[in-house]
């Protein structure tokens, strides 16, 4: 089989000496991680590299010889590598060897123990594959593969294929730590061997996170202490509470600041990446939301969002007026029974009558509540949408109360109409069977049964009209609602950090490797060059999307059909934790 | 010295261009390009080129982005906006069909379009297929020799035809003779039988090849 030879682009101009790696038996293929140069002392290098064993639990052992012909060939220091090839055993022996001005290397690998194929007796074909040391060590792959064995020795059976060289680099950072400035006994040359890579900034934020996670995990507690108080347990603030979508948005964030400040930190990748998104996610939300602010409060907004809210209302509440009055006419060329459409349309007209009532009561107070609400919008973008989520809510009050009353009306209706329909067949609703059985009536129950059945029947169509009306009111109404609900959970849930590392730094997140072959010459060893292949970012969002408030439609198309041919209530955005209906 | 080719069966016409190694025992590196056509008559470009013989890589071109379709397009969509603007008179019409001409050319240059599909087989590797799209975008797919179980050419019913195409069988790692995945090459640029078999025959050769070389220690 043609053995692999993974080697760094960062060793391709480093000086002759001995490569340092891990052999991986099962695909036939070693992995470079870096060159020991000369002078070394063979027990010093020995001790290295078992410290480096130690310490990350890779095999790291000295795979053969690395020779880098400046000046004219040197035979000397050809027969010296060879040489080494006794001091330091390991099956097979590599011999790579880069002459000067040539782009093309040869390459050997030679077996000492007798080989038993008759075409190269002890000598394989290689194939050199070049990989970016600094990418490979830095990317994640997705999916990831199973955990890697942190005890000493080779954890080889969980990683299978181009994995095992992923997790060889990232698992081996104690190898790098020693670069060309330090007084170490052994010169290596690998990505660091420049000088260790740190960013003050990413330095300081280290040093500081510590204080400021201890100080914002006790003001969140406070909060949380708060918040948990015996007086929201109370029955008019908890519903109030639960039904409102601003407290439980208010409550979704408080989790994660909660989660961001705490003083444990992340166990693996994917929770730091979490972490990252919430926070990338809430600075945004609280910078959206002081934009909104600004622009409120600059040139005298909020006064003329107050004078306008009032005329607004006055405006909807005499479009449903208008509307009851045609439904009291003819709607639509259709004849209603007249007798219960003055009745409902006169119940309902009250009603409006009553809202308006009440909205005049309360317009003196608007524009201060209003300049109280908008300074909610420091809290963040989605505290303010919900907010107005909730104002909607709060303006089509009494649409609601139409869709209830005519909703259940409707309800009771198609009940008793079925319930009579079955009567007029000769048939009950068998309760403790749970099934239709036939049964014999007296003829007087027959009479009252047959007689109220036909007054339901004649009446439906008046009833039918007033609930398909309020009806599609309210679905107007939810539908508006739905969209800002629908617009906060993109806020909420968008993994901006993880999107932001996928734009500029694409090699962390990798959805697999691919291969470039390079300029090939006959009778040389075919050279290719590993490169990263970023995560699409449909992916991106998929596998690092933040849980949202959960608000979803817990309906399918079909049950919704159902639900409103049979009067039944809808409730299109259950609040987590609700009991269903 | 240029070495010579049997014209193929079925293809049109042939272009040999190889590069030799020095003069002596070693294998040419060779690279020759081959010229089918796709199951519905367009013109297609297999270019084939022979690293070793453990890895060879086949490029297959599609027809490009004909001015008459396009020219057909931008017209319709032009016309329908004038129409609308007759109707309307409002001239933000006409500045919306241009807008959208444009964003929908450039959408489908860099979204739609497939000009290459490459095919790149190294034994004991993997299999790696690159898709290049008309403004220059690669989007490439490796996978692994040892999930790789075979190379077949399966048949399909697409739309009213039967077609013949390449694809590559998965290994399942529960069962060891089932079958987890089958993923299709080639699949915008559709080639015939005939082109099918070249490349059939030298992926085939390869696995052979890998599996012979792997079970000798």
Request: with cysteine.
């Given at each position: 089989?043609?053995?692999?030879?993974?080697?760094?682009?960062?060793?391709?101009?480093?000086?002759?000496?001995?490569?340092?790696?891990?052999?991986?038996p099962?695909q036939?293929?070693?992995?470079?991680?870096?060159?020991?140069?000369?002078?070394?002392?063979?027990?010093?290098?020995?001790?290295?590299?078992a410290?480096?064993?130690?310490?990350?639990?890779?095999?790291?052992?000295?795979?053969?010889?690395?020779?880098?012909?400046?000046?004219?060939?040197?035979?000397?220091?050809?027969?010296?590598?060879?040489?080494?090839?006794?001091?330091?055993?390991?099956?097979p022996?590599?011999?790579?060897?880069?002459?000067?001005?040539s782009?093309?290397?040869?390459?050997?690998?030679?077996?000492?123990?007798?080989?038993?194929?008759?075409?190269?007796?002890?000598?394989?074909?290689v194939?050199?594959i070049?990989?970016?040391?600094?990418?490979?060590?830095?990317?994640?792959?997705?999916?990831?593969?199973?955990?890697?064995?942190?005890?000493?020795g080779?954890?080889?059976?969980?990683?299978?294929?181009?994995?095992?060289?992923?997790?060889?680099?990232?698992?081996?950072?104690?190898?790098?730590?020693?670069?060309?400035?330090?007084?170490?006994?052994?010169?290596?040359?690998?990505w660091?061997?420049?000088?260790?890579?740190?960013?003050?900034?990413?330095?300081?934020?280290?040093?500081?996170?510590?204080?400021?996670?201890?100080?914002?995990?006790?003001?969140?507690?406070?909060?949380?202490?708060?918040?948990?108080?015996?007086?929201?347990?109370?029955?008019?603030?908890?519903?109030?509470?639960?039904?409102?979508?601003?407290?439980?948005?208010?409550?979704?964030?408080?989790?994660?600041?909660?989660?961001?400040?705490?003083?444990?930190?992340a166990?693996?990748?994917?929770?730091?990446?979490?972490?990252?998104?919430?926070?990338?996610?809430?600075?945004?939300?609280?910078?959206?939301?002081?934009?909104?602010?600004?622009?409120?409060?600059?040139?005298?907004?909020?006064?003329?969002?107050?004078?306008?809210?009032?005329?607004?209302?006055?405006?909807?509440?005499?479009?449903?007026?208008?509307?009851?009055?045609?439904?009291?006419?003819?709607?639509?060329?259709?004849?209603?029974?007249?007798?219960?459409?003055?009745?409902?349309?006169?119940?309902?007209?009250?009603?409006?009558?009553?809202?308006?009532s009440?909205?005049?009561?309360?317009s003196?107070?608007?524009?201060?509540?209003?300049?109280?609400m908008?300074?909610?919008?420091?809290?963040?973008?989605?505290?303010?949408?919900?907010?107005?989520?909730?104002?909607?809510a709060?303006?089509?009050?009494?649409?609601?109360?139409?869709?209830?009353?005519?909703?259940?009306?409707?309800?009771?209706?198609?009940?008793?109409?079925?319930?009579?329909?079955?009567?007029?067949?000769?048939?009950?609703w068998?309760?403790?069977?749970?099934r239709?059985?036939?049964?014999?009536?007296?003829?007087?129950?027959?009479?009252?049964?047959?007689?109220?059945?036909?007054?339901?029947?004649?009446?439906?169509?008046?009833?039918?009209?007033?609930?398909?009306?309020?009806?599609?009111?309210?679905?107007?109404?939810?539908?508006?609602?739905?969209?800002?609900?629908?617009?906060?959970?993109l806020?909420?849930?968008?993994?901006?950090?993880?999107?932001?590392l996928?734009?500029?730094?694409?090699?962390?997140?990798?959805?697999?490797?691919?291969?470039?072959?390079?300029?090939?010459?006959?009778?040389?060893?075919?050279?290719?060059?590993?490169?990263?292949?970023?995560?699409?970012?449909?992916?991106?969002?998929?596998?690092?999307?933040?849980?949202?408030?959960?608000?979803?439609?817990?309906?399918?198309?079909?049950?919704?059909?159902?639900k409103?041919?049979?009067?039944?209530?809808?409730?299109?955005?259950?609040?987590?934790g609700?009991k269903?209906? | 010295?240029?070495?010579?080719e049997?014209?193929?069966?079925?293809?049109?016409?042939?272009?040999?261009?190889?590069?030799?190694?020095?003069?002596?025992?070693?294998?040419?590196?060779?690279?020759?390009?081959?010229?089918?056509?796709?199951?519905?008559?367009?013109?297609?470009?297999?270019?084939?080129?022979?690293?070793?013989?453990?890895?060879?890589?086949?490029?297959?071109?599609?027809?490009?982005?004909?001015?008459?379709?396009?020219?057909?397009?931008?017209?319709?969509?032009?016309?329908?906006?004038?129409?609308?603007?007759?109707?309307?008179?409002?001239?933000?019409?006409?500045?919306?069909?241009?807008?959208?001409?444009?964003?929908g050319?450039?959408?489908y240059?860099?979204?739609?379009?497939?000009?290459?599909?490459?095919?790149?087989?190294?034994?004991?590797?993997?299999?790696q297929?690159?898709?290049?799209?008309?403004?220059?975008k690669?989007?490439?797919t490796?996978?692994?020799?040892?999930?790789?179980?075979?190379?077949?050419?399966?048949?399909?019913?697409?739309?009213?035809?039967?077609?013949?195409?390449?694809?590559?069988?998965?290994?399942?790692?529960?069962?060891?003779?089932?079958?987890?995945?089958?993923?299709?090459?080639?699949?915008?640029?559709?080639?015939?039988?005939?082109c099918?078999?070249?490349?059939?025959?030298?992926?085939?050769?390869?696995?052979a090849?890998?599996?012979?070389?792997?079970?000798?220690?």
């Amino acid at each position: 089989m043609v053995l692999k030879a993974f080697f760094p682009t960062c060793c391709a101009s480093a000086d002759s000496g001995l490569l340092v790696g891990r052999w991986v038996p099962e695909q036939n293929s070693a992995v470079v991680l870096a060159v020991v140069h000369f002078p070394f002392i063979p027990i010093q290098v020995k001790e290295l590299l078992a410290q480096v064993q130690q310490a990350s639990g890779v095999g790291v052992a000295v795979l053969g010889t690395w020779c880098h012909r400046r000046q004219e060939p040197e035979e000397s220091l050809g027969h010296f590598l060879e040489g080494l090839g006794a001091i330091f055993s390991h099956e097979p022996w590599l011999q790579l060897c880069r002459e000067r001005g040539s782009k093309f290397w040869s390459c050997k690998a030679t077996h000492r123990q007798v080989p038993t194929s008759p075409s190269a007796p002890g000598e394989d074909q290689v194939m050199l594959i070049f990989y970016d040391q600094r990418k490979v060590l830095l990317s994640q792959l997705h999916p990831p593969t199973a955990l890697p064995d942190h005890q000493a020795g080779d954890a080889t059976a969980s990683t299978r294929g181009l994995a095992a060289v992923f997790d060889t680099v990232a698992r081996s950072e104690a190898l790098f730590r020693s670069d060309r400035f330090d007084e170490g006994l052994v010169r290596l040359s690998h990505w660091q061997s420049e000088g260790v890579e740190a960013s003050i900034l990413v330095e300081l934020a280290k040093q500081a996170s510590g204080p400021v996670c201890l100080l914002m995990a006790y003001l969140l507690s406070l909060i949380s202490a708060a918040s948990t108080c015996r007086v929201f347990k109370l029955w008019p603030l908890s519903f109030i509470c639960s039904k409102l979508s601003t407290c439980e948005q208010l409550r979704h964030r408080l989790e994660q600041l909660t989660f961001i400040f705490s003083t444990q930190k992340a166990e693996n990748a994917s929770q730091l990446m979490r972490k990252a998104n919430m926070l990338v996610s809430v600075l945004l939300d609280v910078a959206l939301g002081l934009t909104l602010l600004s622009w409120l409060h600059g040139k005298d907004r909020i006064g003329q969002l107050a004078d306008a809210l009032v005329p607004v209302a006055d405006w909807v509440a005499e479009e449903l007026q208008h509307l009851l009055q045609w439904l009291m006419g003819a709607p639509a060329g259709l004849k209603m029974n007249r007798a219960l459409d003055q009745v409902l349309g006169r119940f309902f007209l009250y009603h409006i009558h009553l809202w308006i009532s009440y909205i005049h009561l309360m317009s003196p107070f608007i524009e201060r509540i209003l300049w109280h609400m908008g300074l909610s919008a420091c809290l963040g973008l989605t505290v303010a949408l919900s907010i107005l989520s909730d104002i909607i809510a709060l303006l089509t009050f009494h649409i609601y109360c139409f869709y209830v009353y005519g909703a259940r009306l409707y309800c009771l209706k198609i009940c008793g109409l079925s319930s009579l329909w079955r009567l007029f067949r000769g048939k009950k609703w068998n309760v403790l069977r749970q099934r239709v059985d036939s049964c014999s009536y007296d003829l007087d129950q027959l009479f009252i049964g047959t007689l109220l059945f036909t007054i339901l029947v004649f009446l439906l169509p008046t009833t039918a009209l007033y609930y398909l009306v309020f009806t599609l009111l309210r679905l107007l109404v939810v539908t508006v609602q739905g969209l800002i609900h629908l617009l906060v959970d993109l806020v909420n849930s968008l993994p901006l950090y993880a999107l932001g590392l996928r734009l500029c730094r694409p090699y962390r997140l990798s959805a697999g490797v691919k291969f470039q072959v390079l300029e090939h010459e006959a009778g040389r060893p075919l050279r290719l060059l590993m490169q990263i292949n970023p995560l699409p970012y449909n992916r991106v969002v998929h596998t690092y999307r933040l849980p949202s408030c959960g608000c979803h439609p817990k309906h399918s198309w079909g049950s919704l059909c159902r639900k409103l041919f049979f009067g039944e209530l809808i409730y299109p955005w259950r609040q987590r934790g609700d009991k269903q209906d | 010295m240029r070495a010579r080719e049997r014209p193929r069966a079925g293809g049109w016409g042939w272009r040999a261009a190889a590069a030799l190694g020095p003069r002596g025992a070693c294998p040419p590196a060779m690279e020759d390009e081959l010229s089918f056509s796709d199951i519905y008559g367009g013109r297609l470009a297999l270019q084939r080129r022979h690293y070793s013989p453990s890895c060879r890589e086949f490029c297959l071109s599609c027809p490009r982005l004909s001015l008459r379709s396009l020219t057909a397009v931008t017209c319709s969509v032009w016309l329908a906006a004038y129409g609308l603007f007759t109707l309307c008179e409002n001239s933000m019409i006409l500045s919306a069909a241009i807008f959208i001409t444009l964003i929908g050319l450039l959408g489908y240059l860099h979204f739609v379009k497939i000009d290459q599909e490459t095919l790149l087989i190294i034994d004991s590797l993997g299999i790696q297929m690159t898709s290049t799209y008309a403004s220059g975008k690669e989007s490439t797919t490796f996978i692994e020799m040892g999930k790789v179980k075979d190379v077949i050419i399966n048949e399909a019913i697409y739309m009213q035809k039967v077609i013949y195409y390449l694809c590559i069988l998965l290994n399942d790692p529960m069962e060891p003779n089932g079958i987890s995945q089958v993923v299709p090459v080639f699949q915008s640029a559709k080639p015939r039988l005939d082109c099918l078999i070249e490349v059939y025959r030298s992926c085939q050769e390869i696995l052979a090849h890998g599996k012979a070389t792997s079970t000798s220690p």
